[in-house]
């Protein structure tokens, strides 16, 4: 496994960044000693970087996964908060829930244009007060818009930038894969911003190439790490070995590539459309009074779970 700095953060992270969201409620849902053995067996394989998100409802697998090697681990971790006080408070629970006394990363979470970005002013203080304290070590944001890259690239406190990116322009919402590319070297080669990348595979889309489509995002100048969700022991053993330069089994290249996910929808769905309001691609709407995901839009990421009051939607 290849390890770099992350912008200027004096942080070294493995380039396989371990994607939390997909082990746990919001996803596969896997029991907590399951899910905490497929992180473990990540950082066996080398892997020294996790992101995850208050969302995701992780911090429990980490922990677990944690526990003996906690120092060795680089943590990511993002918050919807956009006022001071809710971003402490996002913060220390963190901290508490990991059983940490600091997270590597901390970052506003899914900014959508330059004006959100503004919003969450009160949010990002706190995060550079944090770094101040030892709370945190480095500020970010994670987007899915051009936009916001090239906004976060120019605002002081922010240190990285966690970007969607992959060969086929999947789920960036204003533009092009090239468009995103450019806002990304900008942001790393000019500003000295510390990028990691999301969603190479496009929310699954993309997994009947995944060879390629890692390759292509590896060769990206800018992008240090590209975070990728694992939720088996083969995701991990694929992905580990595709990262670390070496040819895969293609027995087990085809098993993972092949194995299909989708979005759920329960048949006790009330159409209340807190999914819609909250997809951040607009891929779902309510039909005949049950929520309806356009497979061309939908990416997968499960953040309509985590709305649905009646929890109908899984990602499966």
């Not at 992180?39 to 992101?51: M, P, Q, S, Y």
């Not at 911090?59 to 006022?83: G, H």
């Not at 969603?199 to 995944?210: D, P, R």
């Amino acid at each position: 496994m290849d390890y770099h700095a992350l912008g200027k953060t004096g942080l070294s992270v493995s380039r396989l960044c371990f994607g939390g969201l997909t082990i746990g409620p919001l996803q596969s849902n896997r029991p907590l000693a399951e899910g905490a053995g497929v992180i473990r067996a990540a950082l066996d394989a080398g892997v020294n970087f996790i992101d995850t998100a208050e969302l995701y409802g992780t911090y429990p697998y980490i922990r677990e996964a944690i526990a003996n090697t906690k120092n060795d681990v680089i943590i990511a971790s993002k918050s919807y908060a956009y006022t001071y006080e809710d971003m402490r408070l996002s913060v220390e629970s963190a901290c508490r829930e990991i059983d940490r006394d600091y997270i590597d990363l901390f970052l506003l979470h899914e900014q959508s244009s330059r004006m959100t970005l503004k919003g969450h002013a009160e949010a990002l203080s706190y995060l550079c007060d944090a770094k101040q304290q030892g709370l945190i070590r480095a500020a970010g944001v994670s987007t899915h818009t051009i936009d916001v890259v090239r906004a976060a690239a120019l605002t002081e406190g922010i240190d990285v930038i966690h970007p969607i990116i992959n060969c086929k322009g999947i789920g960036i919402t204003d533009g092009t894969a090239e468009e995103m590319l450019a806002a990304i070297r900008f942001a790393a080669i000019d500003c000295g911003k510390g990028i990691y990348a999301m969603k190479a595979l496009g929310g699954g889309h993309l997994n009947t190439m995944a060879e390629e489509a890692f390759a292509w995002v590896l060769a990206q100048e800018g992008i240090t790490s590209v975070a990728v969700g694992m939720q088996t022991l083969d995701e991990v053993r694929l992905n580990t070995t595709l990262f670390s330069g070496q040819k895969p089994d293609r027995h087990l290249l085809d098993k993972v590539s092949k194995a299909p996910r989708k979005l759920l929808v329960e048949e006790w769905c009330v159409g209340c459309g807190q999914c819609a309001k909250h997809c951040p691609m607009q891929a779902i709407t309510i039909t005949n009074g049950k929520a309806n995901a356009d497979t061309t839009h939908c990416v997968l990421c499960g953040y309509c779970g985590a709305y649905c009051p009646e929890f109908c939607l899984k990602i499966i």
